[in-house]
């Protein structure tokens, strides 16, 4: 197939760069070889960052598309092997084969495919594709940035960022921490009568925690989730009774997730000192009852011959920038697995099925 040919060409190309967070040469050598690629005839703006850069295609003389692609080409580190894409039994293998330069890619190909689609009156789709380099950091210096420096407002911003298989996310979780530290009474461990442990305590409150939000013990949950990520203490001796236990947790919550009640329910554990409770990011609603989205999802369903079933995604991405300024947003992409892994893949089949979805929403919509 065709399409699969020059997905192929492509990915082989653009995974073998390590654009991980340290690899600022690798990074621009990246950008630099997409605008090379796609950036002929078409506007070009550049969005220089020390850490950060980041390039917008679109039209020429349509500085702001009705219809915005965003990626990133960010990974996160790996082994070397990983920046060595290969094809196996119809899977494209590599790190940021799923997350997200494969993606990434077929979007850029529905990019410059609509490129060369003059209408009859001699104008080409409404369309424009947003590239950043640090999403798996967070996102501020580029998404988040660049939406508040630049005049950017699309009518749908399409982030194939998240869901497997065409799911498509209705919002995403907000991001927090909770942290809680312990302080007791410190003893001999000969007579621990006589002090009290208080990682004895913390192992008590994690079980507590656990029992209140069992959010954590689903495989698929609209609930916050509250995972331990370290627990310490600063006791070093082998003969004493531990007086003090500190524990982190990150929070992955929901639009309703009630924190006070979390922070009295810590509190009102035997032993604990303090809690702070930090708010990072915030969730987001897709809004996918707005006209473009349900078009979208219509598109989805006839290509792949089924319903499109949604869920709220259990992280966040860049989508999240859209959202809060209220565009709506589509956060949804092929079949694949292993993101963050060894052994990170995307279906090409499915790949290829993508492209032609978004190149039918171009078409109807742009």
């Known amino acids: 197939m065709e399409e699969i040919a020059a997905l192929e060409k492509l990915a082989l190309s653009l995974l073998k760069f390590k654009t991980i967070k340290t690899e600022a040469k690798e990074i621009e050598a990246c950008i630099g070889s997409i605008e090379k690629e796609f950036g002929s005839s078409v506007s070009v703006t550049r969005f220089p960052h020390p850490s950060a850069p980041s390039l917008l295609l679109t039209p020429s003389g349509i500085p702001n598309p009705r219809i915005l692609f965003v990626g990133h080409i960010d990974v996160v ?22 997350d997200m330069k494969g993606p990434l890619i077929a979007s850029l190909l529905v990019f410059q495919k609509a490129m060369k689609t003059a209408r009859t009156d001699g104008s080409v789709p409404s369309v ?139 509190e009102g554990l035997e032993g604990v000192s303090e809690v702070i409770i930090k708010r990072s990011i915030e969730p987001y609603q897709a809004n996918l009852a707005h006209p473009l989205p349900q078009k979208l999802l219509k598109i989805i369903e006839e290509k792949t011959g089924r319903s499109v079933k949604t869920s709220v995604y259990p992280s966040t991405c860049d989508a999240r920038f859209f959202a809060h300024t209220g565009i709506p947003v589509v956060v949804t992409r092929p079949e694949g697995n292993g993101a963050h892994g060894p052994d990170e893949w995307v279906d090409l089949k499915s790949l290829a099925l993508f492209q032609q979805v978004l190149e039918k929403f171009v078409e109807e919509c742009g």
Request: avoid cysteine; aromatic fraction near 8%; hydrophobic fraction near 35%.
């Open 77 to 98: 580190p790996a082994e070397e092997p990983q920046f060595a894409p290969r094809i196996a039994n119809g899977r494209l293998y590599g790190r940021g084969s799923f």
């Open 128 to 266: 424009g594709v947003l590239i950043t380099s640090d999403e798996e950091v967070g996102g501020k210096d580029g998404v988040g940035r660049i939406l508040v420096e630049h005049p950017l407002k699309p009518e749908i911003a399409i982030v194939p960022d998240g869901g497997n298989a065409f799911e498509v996310a209705e919002g995403g979780k907000g991001v927090g921490w909770l942290d809680v530290t312990i302080n007791t009474k410190a003893g001999h461990v000969s007579r621990p009568w006589e002090g009290k442990n208080a990682i004895q305590l913390m192992a008590k409150l994690l079980v507590a925690l656990e029992k209140k939000y069992p959010g954590m013990q689903e495989k698929e949950t609209h609930e916050t989730t509250l995972v331990p990520i370290s627990i310490s203490t600063k006791n070093t001796s082998s003969n004493v009774i531990p007086d003090h236990a500190f524990a982190s947790f990150n929070l992955r919550f929901t639009e309703h997730f009630d924190f006070d009640e979390l922070k009295k329910t810590a």
